[in-house]
């Protein structure tokens, strides 16, 4: 056991259950618990969007990614670089004015039915478990080195933690965990990437120079198509460039500020937190694989995990191995945190208050229900974790993300800018989105290998790894079909009436 990472390790722990501790005196109701009763300003809940968006899949996952595949390993971050675009136009602000606490809210705004709200939040804890899995995957490769601890031990760990940071504070103790870990994250990884410029006298000509000559790929190294060419390329792409605009636990973030305007500034802050964080990262892979070396990578971690880490080892010792470690400790801890609170949340607002109950549950009850359904999300995601432990992080983080754009993506702007959609529409939507996703995924290279590298032996019946260039416009036409083939039955009048009203409200507010 590394003892300066132990330390730090329970450092971060001990602080974070401090900030729990003070936020469950503040969390005293349904709308604390639920969004830190929407107080949090424009550069807080940037940083805490930001350190939701920069997960283990990418400070682990990204940066192996890059150390080993090259080339390649940039089209894990490539499309989320720019995905925030997206949420700033088209998203962010009519999500703010329309909703309340969940996505489900929003959508319900123009579709006041049970079974939409129903599909919206299975949606949500569904794409939850997807994207909580890169972050287990993470937590349990990293606490297994340092610790020496059974990935299975180090899984119930940061499930123990991260459950308990929901429990007690909510929104506002998982908001600030996530404002912390950025910075922390930002400060780690910029030091890192100094020290590797020093080791290439600030040259970044040489760093590509030498990490194609260290690679065993050769020439190879810095050229596209290693893991990923043609359609599974544009594949991957596209779902990381719409992902983030359907991700729950990204977008319930915005109903932790005031208004659209606020909303706006936290897209800004967070694009360009994470647009900085991202570029440092592709140095720190291919610093990697000059000083730390392919083999030492693979040896520590097969999917390149635990890149990062070495590196640090390598420039700064242990003290820097430890340092780095905890912070990508933290960065999980308040990653997870913040999607066990969005499938909590979707659970006991949409499910057990709007749906079982009516409307009418308290705000008690709801946040009962709420902590009930956040042990049984972490207890979830931790049985499946053990069964894809050997797949990259950063990957498991975009087929979440693939989930959320074909699943999410196409119901939230058909409600916000088509006044012809309806009910069935949306329903349609929601369903074929998830599970041809899903369907997808379980019929692709990534569950079914001939070799044996997979979480199955055999061959895949689906040829790309990323499906989203099927199951994304598999979602937008069954939207488009479910309405227009379900017209007849729908009430124009009704339907115009309540498009007319969602319109203004996505641009003014609710109270207009």
């Not at 043609?230 to 109903?255: C, E, K, M, Q, Y």
């Amino acid at each position: 056991m590394n003892g300066t990472a132990f330390s730090l390790f329970l450092l971060i722990v001990i602080a974070t259950l401090f900030i729990t501790y003070f936020a469950a005196k503040r969390t005293k109701n349904a709308n604390q618990f639920y969004t830190a009763g929407g107080g949090l300003t424009g550069w807080q809940n940037g940083l805490a969007i930001s350190g939701d968006f920069m997960s283990a899949s990418s400070f682990l996952g990204i940066v192996g990614g890059v150390a080993l595949t090259g080339f390649d390993g940039l089209y894990l971050l490539l499309g989320a670089l720019v995905s925030y675009l997206v949420v700033m136009y088209l998203v962010a602000e009519p999500l703010r004015n329309l909703g309340k606490y969940t996505l489900a809210d929003m959508i319900t705004a123009r579709f006041d039915r049970k079974k939409v709200r129903g599909f919206a939040a299975l949606n949500t804890l569904t794409i939850s478990i997807f994207y909580m899995l890169a972050q287990l995957v993470g937590a349990g490769v990293l606490i297994k080195l340092l610790l020496g601890f059974e990935f299975t031990t180090s899984l119930i760990i940061v499930g123990v933690l991260m459950t308990v940071y929901v429990l007690f504070g909510g929104m506002t103790a998982t908001s600030w965990v996530q404002i912390i870990k950025a910075g922390l994250l930002i400060a780690g990884t910029f030091v890192l990437f100094i020290l590797v410029l020093s080791k290439f006298n600030f040259n970044i000509m040489t760093i590509f120079e030498q990490a194609k000559q260290a690679s065993p790929l050769g020439d190879a190294f810095l050229n596209p198509g290693l893991r990923h060419s043609g359609l599974d390329a544009i594949s991957l792409n596209i779902g990381l460039l719409l992902g983030a605009a359907g991700l729950p636990h990204v977008l319930i973030r915005f109903f932790t500020v005031q208004d659209a305007k606020v909303a706006r500034k936290s897209v800004t802050v967070a694009t360009w937190v994470i647009s900085i964080f991202y570029v440092m990262a592709i140095f720190l892979g291919l610093g990697a694989t000059v000083l730390v070396g392919t083999g030492t990578i693979i040896d520590a971690n097969p999917a390149g995990n635990m890149t990062a880490p070495l590196l640090a080892k390598t420039l700064g010792g242990n003290f820097m191995f430890a340092f780095i470690s905890a912070v990508a400790f933290a960065t999980i801890l308040a990653v997870v945190a913040g999607i066990v609170l969005s499938g909590a949340s979707a659970f006991a607002h949409d499910f057990y208050n709007e749906i079982l109950r009516g409307g009418k549950a308290t705000e008690k009850e709801q946040v009962r229900a709420a902590r009930i359904a956040a042990i049984s999300v972490s207890v979830i995601s931790i049985i499946i974790a053990l069964f894809v432990k050997d797949l990259n992080v950063a990957f498991l983080g975009a087929l979440a993300l693939t989930l959320a754009a074909s699943a999410n993506l196409p119901v939230i702007l058909y409600t916000i800018y088509w006044r012809k959609f309806n009910t069935t529409g949306a329903v349609t939507s929601m369903i074929v989105g998830l599970f041809g996703t899903i369907i997808l995924v379980f019929l692709s290279p990534n569950v079914w290998d001939p070799e044996g590298h997979a979480i199955f032996v055999g061959k895949a019946l689906f040829p790309l790894s990323s499906p989203g260039i099927v199951s994304i416009p598999l979602g937008f036409i069954a939207g488009y079909l479910g309405t227009v083939l379900s017209r007849k039955k729908d009430d124009s009048k009704a339907r115009n009436e309540a498009y007319d009203k969602i319109l203004v409200q996505s641009n003014l507010g609710k109270d207009a």
